[in-house]
């Protein structure tokens, strides 16, 4: 079946454009994440979503971070006026509910490079 | 505060020997652990979890064993093969969080040599 696929996989970026991010999970997965991941480190949590309930924000990096799934589906991870430090691959991970939801299933990712 | 760190960066084994992954953590209130695998270019793909009733947990060619004790786990993979080539993050879930967020530690490189 379709796993969790994000667009676009690359993305170069000069230092204070905006960038939209788009994740679309696993259909059914009630949950949605989105993590951080700079090279050679693990991934970092940004924001978690349930349904379209965005219920922790706690690791988005700055206000100019902005997560959203509108339908409950798709996602879309906003980085406005894009710094050289928000070079990094932002994954995308989807997951059911109720015992499960730490076996998340994660996308490709997409590989920003703010130059 | 919660951390979730690994003691080798890199790990080199001949294929068909068994492969160990250690993994330290800091919160002795931790009662959940994850180990996933991810491959060059790919996202994180779960593989094995353990929660901390449970000493030792088997899956398909992989073993975890959680020593709350010394707050040490680790991920054993049996006849490695050159599949198995990938970088391995043991996580968690923070304290207090039921929402599914994980932390995840630094990593793990297996290399398998033909």
């Known amino acids: 079946g379709a796993g969790v696929s994000q667009s676009p996989r690359y993305k170069v970026a000069k230092r204070g454009q905006d960038v939209a991010l788009r994740c679309d999970p696993i259909?059914?997965?009630?949950?949605l994440f989105w993590y951080q991941q700079a090279l050679g480190q693990g991934p970092e949590f940004l924001t978690y979503?349930?349904?379209?309930?965005?219920?922790?924000k706690s690791g988005l990096p700055s206000d100019r971070f902005f997560a959203e799934r509108p339908e409950g589906s798709v996602s879309t991870l906003k980085i406005q006026r894009t710094q050289q430090e928000d070079s990094a691959v932002y994954l995308c991970?989807?997951?059911?509910?109720?015992?499960?939801?730490?076996?998340?299933?994660f996308g490709p990712g997409t590989r920003l490079t703010v130059t | 505060g919660e951390s979730v760190g690994l003691h080798l960066p890199t790990l080199s084994v001949q294929e068909g020997d068994n492969s160990i992954i250690n993994c330290a953590y800091s919160?002795?209130?931790?009662?959940?652990f994850i180990w996933y695998k991810q491959e060059s270019g790919k996202g994180p793909q779960f593989i094995i979890d353990?929660?901390?009733?449970?000493d030792k947990r088997q899956g398909q060619r992989v073993t975890v064993l959680l020593n709350k004790t010394v707050k040490h786990l680790s991920l054993q993979i049996a006849a490695t093969q050159p599949g198995d080539s990938a970088v391995y993050f043991c996580?968690?879930?923070?304290?207090?969080?039921?929402?599914?967020?994980?932390?995840f530690g630094q990593g793990t490189e297996l290399s398998v040599k033909p």
């Open positions: 259909s059914g997965h009630v949950s």
């Open positions: 991970a989807s997951s059911q509910t109720s015992g499960r939801v730490y076996e998340q299933y």
């Open positions: 919160n002795s209130a931790s009662d959940y």
């Open positions: 996580a968690e879930p923070p304290q207090y969080n039921q929402g599914g967020k994980l932390i």
């Open positions: 979503f349930q349904n379209e309930a965005q219920l922790d």
């Open positions: 353990i929660r901390s009733n449970m």
